[in-house]
């Protein structure tokens, strides 16, 4: 058995939340309608801090980060879907992420099983700028080493 890192401990719950906003809406998050949130708008729910919703001013959907993603309805933090995502690119074992991240091995399977399809869907077209190809390093560093069984 590989060495068992406490990775979600080790990422900021923010800082993961601020990644996959710009990984999941590059252009801003949108209710399923697709009506911008304004940047001023303050959050209809908190509890699930910092995953706030929503509640479009245009059409009266609740939204989050989540909507209309392979995320929607999923309980994970954010820290979770961060090395999720990273692990799902890097292939270490299902049953070794599970026991890592402490989440259930049978849903975390069907969820990577949906992720290259949407890694292919979500190519950007365009070079990343530094910034984000330093944050893409980052990310692909953030494993090295470890243990892929
Ligand atoms: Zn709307």
Same mark, same amino acid.
């Given at each position: 058995?590989?060495?068992?890192?406490?990775?979600? @401990?080790?990422? @900021?719950?923010?800082?993961?939340?601020?990644?996959?906003?710009?990984?999941?809406?590059?252009?801003?998050?949108?209710?399923?309608?697709?009506?911008?949130?304004?940047?001023?708008?303050?959050?209809?729910?908190?509890?699930?801090?910092?995953?706030?919703?929503?509640?479009?001013?245009?059409?009266?959907?609740?939204?989050?980060?989540?909507?209309?993603?392979?995320?929607?309805?999923?309980?994970?933090?954010?820290?979770?879907?961060?090395?999720?995502?990273?692990?799902?690119?890097?292939?270490?074992?299902?049953?070794?992420?599970?026991? =890592?991240?402490?989440? @259930?091995?049978?849903?975390?399977?069907?969820?990577?099983?949906?992720?290259?399809?949407?890694?292919?869907?979500?190519?950007?077209?365009?070079?990343?700028?530094?910034? =984000?190809?330093?944050?893409?390093?980052?990310?692909?560093?953030?494993?090295?080493?470890?243990?892929?069984?």
């Amino acid at each position: 058995m590989a060495m068992r890192f406490p990775l979600t @401990d080790l990422l @900021d719950e923010q800082e993961s939340y601020n990644f996959l906003l710009k990984t999941l809406h590059p252009d801003g998050m949108k209710c399923k309608q697709g009506h911008a949130l304004p940047p001023d708008q303050k959050p209809h729910d908190r509890r699930r801090d910092p995953i706030f919703d929503y509640r479009c001013r245009i059409c009266g959907n609740v939204f989050n980060l989540f909507t209309d993603t392979v995320w929607q309805g999923s309980q994970y933090d954010c820290r979770k879907i961060v090395l999720i995502v990273r692990g799902g690119l890097k292939r270490p074992s299902t049953l070794h992420l599970a026991d =890592e991240l402490e989440v @259930d091995y049978g849903t975390l399977l069907e969820r990577r099983h949906r992720l290259p399809k949407l890694a292919l869907a979500h190519k950007p077209d365009t070079a990343l700028t530094d910034e =984000e190809t330093e944050a893409d390093e980052m990310f692909q560093n953030a494993g090295k080493g470890h243990q892929t069984c």
